[in-house]
């Protein structure tokens, strides 16, 4: 049974899971209209648009951002170090389940990586006039790749509107140990470009 938690939440994630080293982070979301003909057009002000969010992994050493090979992203499907791989962009967010998947290897992460921290932000915001209020039922889960077990689930309940990205979630080392912080932050952030900023 998963374990469902709320904003400002942190839960241990090895240490109640011996033997956990490879995981899957899945997030969804769902446009909050959607017609008849499909999801272009939905919104008046989207330019006849999808709505493309895109999930992005920020790897901080000392909590900085050190370099862009430290940025995993549909431009960037793989870590330098391959403890990272994103296995695809999502460019409607229709249908159920996980709009986009993560796959982490723990073991694999450098030492000198002490936190990732996972952000959706939306594909041409401003062009489209879109934001995270056009959004719902948006969450970020964790699940064991080799039991296939759901750890834990974070939804995303808040009203987002005018924000047009997410910091969502951070997995991040305490001392041998790996821990889950639910953070569910918007902010105004045009683009990934922008997102990284806050960590330099």
Known sequence: ????????????????????????????????????????????????????IDASVIMLQNDKFAGKENLVYFGNLKSSCGSIVHTGDNLTGDGDGDDEQILIDLKKIPASVNKLVFVVNIYDCKARKQDFG????????VVNSASKEELLKFSLSEDYSGSTSLLVAEIYR??????????????QDAGLSEIVQKFA
């Open 1 to 52: 049974m998963a374990i469902v938690l709320q904003k400002g939440q942190r839960i241990d994630l090895t240490k109640g899971n011996p033997g956990l080293e490879k995981i899957m982070v899945g997030l969804g979301w769902d446009p909050v209209q959607k017609k008849a003909g499909g999801l272009r057009g939905m919104f008046s002000g989207g330019g006849g648009s999808n709505f493309d």
């Open 134 to 141: 056009m959004v719902k039922n948006a969450f970020i889960r």
């Open 174 to 187: 305490n001392g041998t140990d790996w821990k889950f912080a639910a953070v569910g932050t918007g902010t």
